[in-house]
């Protein structure tokens, strides 16, 4: 079974801090994605990766940036933390062409 | 661009009631359709897709069909268990099959 793996559940940080959020997936997959999950907007697309080192923004990279440098291992950076990036994060990842998205359970991050 | 529009809740149902939660798009091209599951407390789970207009998905009782001529793909179930409690999110994917766009999500809550 795919395991996605995000590092924390639960995540509080001040405003100005520098934050990461870790993703790891155990299945070999090419393409790895962050999306944020708020009430009422779905999910939306931050950014995603179809191989290492690869990045490309997706529909809100806006204070966001990402790193890739090994295959299984994709990290979100909040470079300076604002209170409108509290929100629910979701890391997924896929073999190409039309497979499923598999996802971790989520890090719910409150910026105070 | 893509986009899905999910019908919005909180949808509250009696145990055994008939399901249907609506979801239409708006793509170029041949777009795949599925809808993802999200219990509480974790991520999203696949439940279902359809890759070509008239295909039908199902999966634990739940059907959606892929009707190109009103670009829709509603949900529906024949009888809901409280088990079935949770988010339910509509999504396509662009032509290449990689990325998924996601409507808002419509919360399910079945009542004994």
Redesign the interface.
């Known amino acids: 079974d795919v395991k ?1 793996t995000q590092s924390s559940r639960y995540l509080v940080k001040r405003t100005g801090e520098k934050v990461f959020l870790e993703c790891v997936q155990d299945m070999d997959h090419e ?1 790895m ?1 962050w ?1 944020r999950q708020d009430p ?6 931050i950014y ?1 990766s ?1 191989d290492v080192k690869m990045k490309e923004k997706g529909d809100i990279p806006e204070g966001y940036s990402v790193s890739r440098e090994k295959k299984e291992r994709f990290s979100l950076i909040l470079e300076s933390a604002s209170t409108n990036q509290t929100s629910m994060y ?1 890391c ?1 990842s ?1 073999t ?6 598999h ?4 890090t719910r991050l409150t910026v105070t | 661009g893509n986009s899905v529009t999910q019908m919005e809740g909180p949808v509250t149902l009696s145990e055994e009631a008939f399901l249907t939660i609506n979801c239409t798009y708006t793509a170029t091209g041949y777009p795949s359709l599925f809808w993802y599951v999200q219990y509480p407390g974790e991520g999203l789970q696949l439940l279902l897709k359809a890759t070509k207009a008239d295909d039908k998905g199902s999966n634990k009782g739940f059907e959606a069909t892929y009707r190109k001529e009103t670009t829709s793909f509603h949900l529906e179930k024949g009888s809901v268990q409280v088990s079935d409690s949770a988010v339910y999110f509509c999504a396509l994917s662009d032509n290449a099959g990689n990325m998924l766009t996601f409507g808002g999500g419509t919360r399910l809550m079945v009542k004994p």
């Open positions: 996605v393409n994605f999306y009422g907007l779905g999910l939306r697309l995603f179809y979701l997924a896929s190409p062409n039309g497979a499923p998205l996802f971790g359970n989520g």
